[in-house]
């Protein structure tokens, strides 16, 4: 019997952290998907978490704690697919490491991800936009860092953990623009520049900004730098300004993720390239950035008048004499 302690501790820190570099958020959301399978786990045999053998995490098992997220925890098939990613994932490190359970690892491997709905990615209409940017007053301190963080969002189609991490030394302003570098998912790289608007954004804030001893860009009322739940608060607050000039924005959620997907329809629009929205993003894969197809009605509009429907040939439904004598009222009978 293998313990898995060792297992999903050097999984969790060394293939996720080290080799893979991926994101403190990854991690996170990893580190909980098993904390939700280990702890169900424990129910299930009747064993601390700690005392689980790798032996024991079977297919039977791995399927009812699928069920148990639906069934108990009512998580929505998405939800679902991203614990069984997780799963996935730890089964193809142990596959290398642990030749003896090279069954078990396949049989875990094949349970399917559920099919999910595709819906249409959440986005901003220009409208919305121009209220939202307008919302943050600009002559305070902090509406004057929430106008440049929104606005940089919008622009430059920045994760919240990218807008957030950026960095005093990621910035140079060139002339009337800025250019800034940002580091993505798995470190990924990009550089963009970005327009005068937002340059001067940027300049009003470092202009207020003062003196910090951390890096980042954006610091939050205490001097402290921003963080993911401290922007999403700043969204809500703005968004809920901007309602009252945009009624559109009403029930609408806006999640610092919508600007992202906001920027990406904008892009698309503008240069009808699909691949240049995908670097703009850094996506990995050029498939990501395809879900954006289906939001923009240009795409449809084109294909509309690219094709001609087939012709029809013209007539008119002239119904047979008995069916119009049925239809006509019956006549009244006269008495003699």
Same mark, same amino acid.
């Given at each position: 019997?293998?313990?898995?302690?060792?297992?999903?501790?050097?999984?969790?820190?060394?293939?996720?952290?080290?080799?893979?570099?991926?994101?403190?958020?990854?991690?996170?959301?990893?580190?909980?998907?098993?904390?939700?399978?280990?702890?169900?786990?424990?129910?299930?045999?009747?064993?601390?978490?700690?005392?689980?053998?790798?032996?024991?995490?079977?297919?039977?098992?791995?399927?009812?704690?699928?069920?148990?997220?639906?069934?108990?925890?009512?998580?929505?098939?998405?939800?679902?697919?991203?614990?069984?990613?997780?799963?996935?994932?730890?089964?193809?490190?142990?596959?290398?490491?642990?030749?003896?359970?090279?069954?078990?690892?396949?049989?875990?491997?094949?349970?399917?991800?559920? $099919?999910?709905? %595709? /819906?249409?990615?959440?986005?901003?209409?220009? @409208?919305?936009?121009? =209220?939202?940017?307008? +919302?943050?007053? *600009?002559?305070?301190?902090?509406?004057?860092?929430?106008?440049?963080?929104?606005?940089?969002?919008?622009?430059?189609?920045?994760?919240?953990?990218?807008?957030?991490?950026?960095?005093?030394?990621?910035?140079?302003?060139?002339?009337?623009?800025?250019?800034?570098?940002?580091?993505?998912?798995?470190?990924?790289?990009?550089?963009?520049?970005?327009?005068?608007?937002?340059?001067?954004?940027?300049?009003?804030?470092?202009?207020?900004?003062?003196?910090?001893?951390?890096?980042?860009?954006?610091?939050?009322?205490?001097? $402290?730098?921003? %963080? /993911?739940?401290?922007?999403?608060?700043?969204? @809500?607050?703005?968004? =809920?300004?901007?309602? +009252?000039?945009? *009624?559109?924005?009403?029930?609408?959620?806006?999640?610092?993720?919508?600007?992202?997907?906001?920027?990406?329809?904008?892009?698309?629009?503008?240069?009808?390239?699909?691949?240049?929205?995908?670097?703009?993003?850094?996506?990995?894969?050029?498939?990501?950035?395809?879900?954006?197809?289906?939001?923009?009605?240009?795409?449809?509009?084109?294909?509309?008048?690219?094709?001609?429907?087939?012709?029809?040939?013209?007539?008119?439904?002239?119904?047979?004499?008995?069916?119009?004598?049925?239809?006509?009222?019956?006549?009244?009978?006269?008495?003699?």
């Amino acid at each position: 019997m293998t313990p898995i302690a060792p297992l999903i501790t050097a999984f969790l820190q060394k293939r996720l952290g080290v080799e893979l570099r991926a994101s403190r958020h990854t991690c996170d959301a990893y580190a909980y998907s098993f904390q939700l399978l280990f702890e169900f786990a424990s129910r299930k045999l009747g064993v601390p978490p700690s005392e689980l053998h790798l032996e024991q995490l079977d297919v039977p098992l791995v399927l009812e704690f699928l069920d148990h997220l639906q069934t108990e925890r009512r998580n929505a098939p998405r939800s679902r697919n991203a614990r069984l990613a997780a799963i996935h994932s730890f089964m193809r490190f142990v596959e290398h490491r642990m030749p003896s359970a090279l069954d078990q690892v396949r049989r875990v491997r094949s349970i399917p991800m559920q $099919k999910t709905d %595709t /819906r249409i990615v959440a986005h901003l209409t220009p @409208d919305e936009l121009r =209220a939202l940017i307008d +919302a943050p007053d *600009p002559t305070t301190r902090l509406g004057t860092r929430d106008r440049a963080m929104m606005h940089l969002a919008l622009t430059g189609g920045l994760r919240v953990s990218e807008l957030v991490g950026l960095r005093m030394d990621q910035l140079q302003f060139n002339g009337r623009y800025v250019d800034v570098r940002v580091y993505g998912k798995g470190r990924r790289e990009r550089a963009l520049t970005l327009w005068k608007s937002v340059a001067d954004a940027l300049r009003a804030w470092l202009a207020v900004r003062g003196d910090a001893s951390c890096p980042e860009i954006f610091l939050n009322a205490w001097g $402290k730098p921003m %963080t /993911r739940s401290g922007f999403e608060s700043v969204l @809500d607050k703005h968004v =809920a300004v901007a309602t +009252a000039h945009c *009624p559109s924005l009403a029930g609408k959620s806006v999640s610092p993720h919508v600007l992202r997907h906001t920027c990406a329809l904008n892009t698309l629009r503008a240069t009808r390239d699909l691949r240049k929205v995908s670097l703009w993003l850094g996506h990995a894969s050029i498939q990501t950035t395809e879900v954006y197809l289906q939001a923009d009605p240009t795409e449809k509009l084109e294909a509309l008048a690219a094709g001609t429907p087939a012709a029809l040939r013209p007539g008119k439904f002239r119904p047979p004499d008995r069916l119009i004598a049925a239809l006509h009222p019956p006549k009244i009978m006269q008495s003699p």
